[in-house]
């Protein structure tokens, strides 16, 4: 059984392009979940999402950044017109239900270097 | 809101040493608590979780940790370690309720170094 598997695992970015990160949960969870690791920080939740919906979004920038998680494929984190300071390690976790007890997989993450 | 708090930002230990990772949260409501270790240019891996129960766990690779509600602690312990734990320790906690669950708020994380 396949983990969570992100890609690209690394990608470089020149000022006001835009990044999009790919995420494949384990197979048979629904649940997927979006972190981020600034340098010299730990990780940052940013969005929740079920199949086609956003349940919280509370960690994410207001603008530039979206997340999406369709019927069929994979989840989606995408930047917009990045700039430096979105330099960081993004990663991906995923859990079959939100039931109290589920471990949560992380995925071994996308390192995202805006030039 | 939560926060976590990881007391020692770098442990360096020599092999077949005990080593205690300390972690520290703060919440006005009960809390799940993790553990996660990342080697380098990797992913999380689960060590161990509690969520209710006894306040000894027990996780993988030999690991320990003890829930102390009064201290708001739950620092994780191995009584020796090998080379091959040298990595990145994350201490993390989430609230119950069904959309919480897996918003994790992780602490800033302790650098376990082992010397041979």
């Known amino acids: 059984n396949a983990g969570v598997m992100q890609n690209p695992r690394h990608l470089v970015r020149r000022r006001g392009q835009e990044a999009r990160l790919r995420c494949s949960p384990m197979?048979?969870?629904?649940?997927v979940y979006w972190y981020r690791q600034l340098p010299e920080e730990g990780l940052k939740f940013m969005v929740y999402l079920q199949k086609e919906n956003i349940i919280d979004e509370s960690g994410m920038p207001k603008e530039r950044f979206s997340a999406e998680f369709p019927k069929e494929g994979p989840s989606i984190l995408r930047i917009q017109q990045v700039v430096r300071g979105d330099s960081a390690a993004y990663f991906c976790a995923s859990s079959p239900t939100a039931e109290t007890g589920n471990t949560i997989y992380f995925g071994e993450g996308s390192w995202l270097t805006v030039v | 809101a939560q926060s976590v708090t990881q007391l020692d930002s770098q442990v360096p230990v020599f092999e077949e040493a005990p080593v205690e990772l300390r972690c520290n949260y703060s919440?006005?409501?009960?809390?799940?608590l993790f553990w996660y270790v990342q080697y380098p240019n990797q992913g999380l891996q689960l060590l161990l979780k509690?969520?209710?129960?006894?306040?000894l766990v027990k996780g993988i690779n030999g690991f320990e940790a003890e829930f102390n509600k009064s201290q708001t602690s739950f620092h994780l312990r191995k009584p020796s370690v090998h080379i091959s734990d040298t990595a990145e320790y994350f201490c993390a906690v989430s609230l119950p309720g069904g959309t919480s669950y897996g918003k994790l708020t992780f602490g800033q994380g302790t650098i376990l170094t082992v010397h041979p």
């Open positions: 197979k048979g969870h629904s649940h």
């Open positions: 509690y969520l209710s129960g006894s306040t």
């Open positions: 919440s006005s409501v009960s809390v799940y």
